[in-house]
């Protein structure tokens, strides 16, 4: 395939994803009342950012050759220690920070058991998953 004909084909197959996207969102507008309102699209664009960020970290980790299941439970992890936190009159600045560092820790914990005992990683991020949900369980 010459890079003209896949530029081509690439091109297409943007430009068809933006009209899916756009005849969704049309159907939801004529559907659902209130789905094109100013706060609603902006609710749309927060969770959509959240979703970018928990990407991009699974396609680093993909890049590497592996696989973290522990992505959704760590995410629900931090939001119920930044809830609580937060919810306590902890300042914000702080709770981010400690979030962050507890969800590098438990990533890190997954790399280093997964290399030094050359466990596969789908197995070690799904057990370090299992863990996290239970302490989310035990914290709430």
Request: with cysteine; proline share 3%; glycine share 12%.
């Amino acid at each position: 395939m010459t890079g003209r004909n896949l530029f081509a084909t690439t091109n297409a197959r943007v430009v068809g994803a933006f009209c899916v996207a756009a005849l969704l969102h049309l159907a939801g507008t004529v559907l659902i009342p209130g789905y094109s309102a100013p706060f609603a699209i902006r609710a749309m664009l927060v969770l959509a950012s959240l979703l970018a960020v928990a990407s991009i970290g699974q396609t680093l980790v993909v890049i590497m050759g592996g696989i973290d299941l522990s992505i959704p439970f760590v995410i629900g992890f931090a939001n119920v220690v930044a809830a609580q936190l937060y919810g306590d009159g902890w300042n914000f600045v702080v709770v981010c920070g400690l979030v962050g560092a507890l969800a590098l820790i438990i990533g890190g914990l997954n790399g280093l058991i997964s290399r030094s005992l050359d466990i596969q990683p789908l197995i070690v991020t799904l057990g370090i998953g299992m863990v996290v949900q239970g302490l989310v369980l035990l914290w709430t």
